[in-house]
């Protein structure tokens, strides 16, 4: 199928789900694909464009991004699936230019800083290690993956609008402990994020490949097939 077919179909798809969904109508002209990811993505089986889409970019144009757009963001995250509907996630951001965004810069690690700069909101990812179950405190051992779900709502989401949404755990934690104020030992920071608006204009830019599925599914009994 053409590019052109794929985009006037997933449009369609967009249309159909603000209407469905109770999304305000002007939603129809907030989605679109980087079909150039797509592309360079060979698979093996039929997949969601969207989960090919995303990328880990890095070429970001300095721009703020929107509150709408960022809230956006966070509320993808919010219909993330876990453990006992416990939702371990925590996010902690700085916008560009605010009084927080220097110290977020300077925590990440100087390979990250480089390019992150370029981001319109840095973000620190936390997870919650316990929950309150009918008056008892318990651990939630699927934090970290409760949360990972919700980090890749976000990225989807962020994937589908167009903008850059990069996970790093590339900077120093007690730089980003400190600077987000968190003492409690109740938390995990799990990683930070960069979000950006793409800097089209430099390329090409990196995509990614993967391992075959045979080499990381067993069926029954588990086998490394990875050496
Ligand atoms: C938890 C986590 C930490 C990561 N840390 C970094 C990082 O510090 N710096 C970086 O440039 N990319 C980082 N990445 C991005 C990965 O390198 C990237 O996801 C991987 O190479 C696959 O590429 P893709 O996301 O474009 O498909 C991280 C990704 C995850 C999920």
Redesign the pocket.
């Known amino acids: 199928m053409s590019s052109l077919a794929t985009h006037l179909i997933l449009v369609l798809v967009t249309i159909y789900v603000s209407f469905t969904n109770g999304a305000p109508k002007s939603s129809f002209f907030i989605y679109r694909y980087d079909l150039e990811g797509i592309k360079n993505r060979p698979v093996t089986r039929q997949v969601h464009p969207m989960i090919l889409a995303?990328?880990?970019?890095?070429e970001m144009t300095g721009q703020s991004i929107k509150d709408e757009e960022l809230m956006s963001l966070f509320e993808a995250a919010r219909w993330a699936p876990s453990h006992f509907n416990t939702q371990t996630w925590r996010f902690v951001y700085a916008k560009r230019g605010s009084k927080y965004w220097d110290q977020y810069l300077d925590a990440l690690?100087p390979?990250?800083r480089k390019?992150a700069k370029n981001a319109g909101v840095l973000m620190v990812v936390l997870s919650k290690l316990t929950n309150n179950y009918k008056g008892r405190k318990e651990p939630v051992p699927s934090h970290s993956f409760d949360t990972g779900s919700a980090?890749m709502a976000m990225a989807l989401e962020g994937t589908a609008r167009g903008l850059v949404v990069?996970?790093?755990?590339?900077?120093d934690p007690k730089k980003a402990a400190d600077m987000i104020g968190l003492k409690s030992k109740e938390y995990r920071i799990?990683?930070m994020i960069a979000v950006g608006i793409r800097d089209k204009s430099v390329g090409p830019e990196?995509?990614?490949q993967r391992n075959e599925v045979e080499k990381f599914i067993s069926e029954g009994i588990f086998t490394e097939k990875l050496k």
């Not at 995303?54 to 890095?58: E, G, P, Q, Y």
């Not at 990069?166 to 900077?171: I, K």
């Open positions: 995303r990328r880990s970019l890095r690690s390979g990250n390019w980090w990069h996970a790093m755990g590339g900077f799990e990683a990196k995509t990614t």
